[in-house]
């Protein structure tokens, strides 16, 4: 599976950035999707997951209610929307696919996901 970001740019603090992962060579229907992002100097960090199989959604703390995961499968691609932007979402966004069953929140964990695009830029500023 290959996946391509898209849609990061340069953005106002209050302003909005729709973000699209490219999925090729498997269909995402039977995979969880999961977006996660790496700030200058920390480490990468979980953004939102949407499940295959409930489609339930899952969102860190530091992006409930501003951010919005989605996909559309007849278009094997994953979305994220941000809204509501902060200097402190600054960061690589990368997007990430997983055939493996999500329990436990183990959604969080980077070793549960098989494939990860190469990251698209997203720069906030004050």
């Known amino acids: 599976v290959q996946l391509v970001e898209s849609g990061g740019g340069l953005v106002q603090t209050g302003g909005s950035l729709s973000l699209s992962c490219a999925a090729s060579?498997?269909?995402?229907?039977?995979?969880?999707v999961s977006w996660f992002r790496q700030a200058p100097g920390k480490a990468r960090e979980f953004v939102a997951t949407?499940?295959?199989?409930?489609?339930?959604?899952y969102y860190a703390d530091s992006t409930k209610g501003r951010f919005t995961i989605s996909r559309d499968n007849a278009k094997n691609t994953i979305y994220l929307q941000m809204s509501g932007l902060k200097p402190e979402d600054t960061a690589v966004y990368y997007c990430?696919?997983?055939?493996?069953?999500?329990?436990?929140?183990?959604?969080?964990?980077?070793?549960?996901?098989?494939?990860w695009g190469q990251g698209t830029q997203v720069t906030v500023s004050s």
């Open positions: 990430a696919v997983s055939g493996q069953v999500f329990h436990g929140q183990n959604w969080l964990r980077e070793s549960q996901y098989d494939y």
């Open positions: 060579g498997r269909t995402i229907r039977t995979l969880n």
């Open positions: 949407e499940t295959c199989s409930a489609r339930a959604t």
